[in-house]
């Protein structure tokens, strides 16, 4: 399997806080890998490392064999090969959805409008939300905005995507539709690092679990088998509270 | 009295070209200054809000006759009523507009920024497709009431001798024995200008949506 991602010893500090302490991690193409812990430990800042929304302070990330700090130029070329799914979606406002979508494309990607626009067309429906296409932000549920927050991430023909707890702000009625849709997204085979509170998601949909917790990677493995019953202490304990 | 009105109503001209010259500069330099602002560089910044607290702090008048007979004896130019006029009001309206386009422009979630960054838009691509289009919907309401002011402050040019609106209905005033209506009909004129700027304003206002639910949206993510 070719390898997408490769974080060597990454260590990310706050001012002296050390928030991530050595973090190793390779992960191939067409893994779905699902990331869990406690809250504060570090998950959501490395993602955002991975994409240089973080700077580090020591370690080494390299997307597709080329390294991703320091140098703006390949962290650009990085982001554009990296879909982001943020917790609050962040859809531009001033946007329709189809204008959402279309908007990095057209402008980072430089591609023709015509072209993109068929491309977000078929996302919508892949999506489920044909009908909305239209609408703004404001006027869609949350379940609503976060699906065309994946269309957005989709357009931009991304080899990874990043979910940051994508349904942790949602209403529990519209959980199900948008993790239907990564359930989709799974099966067609693309990379995906997911960081959830969804353990059941985790154990159906992700073909690795890495448990995190005060700063450093505790225990990977396979999903399932971490659920049914993890080898650490701590795994054990914080997959047991949350999965109730 | 009558006979005077093609004159005020020119003169009224005269106001509005001279305000909407300086508003416009004051706005350019303002977006200019808020830009330089964004920029994380601390010397930079203390010197767009020194420039800031200055003008902010000074009266016009001062300015006005600095930019009249300071930078003639300065730079040695020769420097028309109209340009000190314009050069004044601007430099007046630069300070406030570089406020109101910072507060704009923070009124942007932190969201978005992130949005548009791990999606790979540049710095400017970001700035012109993203923020300042749901930042000038904060922006254009204050704008409205700047040129409103620098409207009413073009007055002062009238003591440097330019003949604008002011100037004119104290003319008028003169030469039709000093009554008390041709100040009564320069205070319509002026009322009738300003009330005409707020209804475009609050025009241009609905057609960008704001107050739409939307607004709320975009501040929070
Ligand atoms: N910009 C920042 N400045 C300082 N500290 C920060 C910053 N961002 C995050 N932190 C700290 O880093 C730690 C890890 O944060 P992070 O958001 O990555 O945790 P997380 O695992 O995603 O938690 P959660 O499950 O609550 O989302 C937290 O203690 C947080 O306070
Ligand atoms: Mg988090």
């Known amino acids: 399997m070719t390898e997408i991602l490769a974080l060597d010893g990454l260590v990310k500090r706050f001012g002296s806080r050390t928030i991530l302490d050595g973090i190793s991690l390779n992960v191939s193409a067409g893994e779905i890998v699902c990331f869990v812990g406690p809250s504060g430990t570090g998950k959501s800042t490395l993602l955002r490392c991975i994409n240089g929304l973080e700077d580090i302070q020591g370690g080494r990330i390299s997307f597709e064999g ?41 402008v980072v990607h430089k591609e023709a409008k015509a072209e993109v626009e068929a491309r977000a067309r078929a996302l919508f429906d892949k999506v489920r939300l044909a009908h909305r296409i239209n609408a703004y932000p404001a006027e869609m549920s949350g379940g609503e905005q976060q699906r065309v927050a994946i269309a957005r991430a989709l357009c931009t023909n991304p080899h990874l995507l990043m979910f940051d707890e994508p349904t942790s702000a949602l209403d529990p009625e519209t959980v199900g539709d948008v993790l239907t849709v990564m359930r989709d997204l799974a099966l067609e085979g693309r990379t995906m690092l997911v960081v959830t509170h969804e353990i059941r998601f985790a154990a159906d949909v992700g073909t690795r679990m890495v448990f995190m917790d005060q700063c450093r990677i505790v225990e990977q493995g396979d999903p399932r088998a971490m659920v049914a019953g993890a080898q650490t202490e701590r795994a054990r304990k914080f997959l047991g509270t949350i999965h109730g | 009295m009558m006979q005077y009105w093609p004159l005020m109503l020119k003169s009224a001209g005269t106001t509005l070209w001279l305000s909407w010259l300086a508003m416009l500069l004051g706005a350019l330099g303002g977006t200019a200054l808020a830009l330089l602002r964004q920029i994380r560089f601390a010397p930079l910044r203390w010197v767009v809000i020194g420039y800031m607290e200055f003008f902010r702090s000074i009266p016009i008048l001062i300015v006005l006759f600095f930019a009249f ?14 340009v000190a006029a314009t050069l004044a009001l601007a430099l007046h309206a630069s300070a406030t507009m570089s406020e109101v386009v910072s507060a704009g422009i923070a009124s942007v979630g932190r969201g978005q920024w992130e949005a548009a960054a791990a999606a790979g838009f540049s710095w400017p691509q970001t700035m012109r497709h993203i923020i300042a289009p749901q930042a000038l919907r904060v922006i254009l309401p204050p704008s409205v009431g700047v040129f409103i002011t620098t409207l ?10 330019y003949i604008e609106l002011t100037r004119t209905g104290l003319l008028v005033r003169d030469s039709t024995g000093g009554g008390f209506l041709p100040l009564l009909a320069l205070g319509a004129v002026y009322f009738v200008i300003n009330y005409a700027i707020s209804q475009v304003g609050a025009a241009l206002e609905r057609r960008l949506h704001i107050g739409r639910r939307s607004d709320l949206v975009g501040a929070m993510a």
Do not use: W
């Open chain 1, 66 to 106: 080329q390294a991703v700090q320091g140098n703006p130029s390949a962290i650009r070329a990085v982001r554009k090969r990296v879909g982001m799914i943020f917790q609050h979606f962040n859809l531009y406002p001033h946007l329709t959805a189809l204008q959402n979508v279309m908007l990095a494309p057209v």
């Open chain 2, 69 to 82: 007979y300071g930078v003639p004896l300065l730079l040695e130019v020769d420097i028309s009523p109209f």
């Open chain 2, 152 to 161: 009413k402050e073009s007055s002062l040019a009238s003591i440097i001798g």
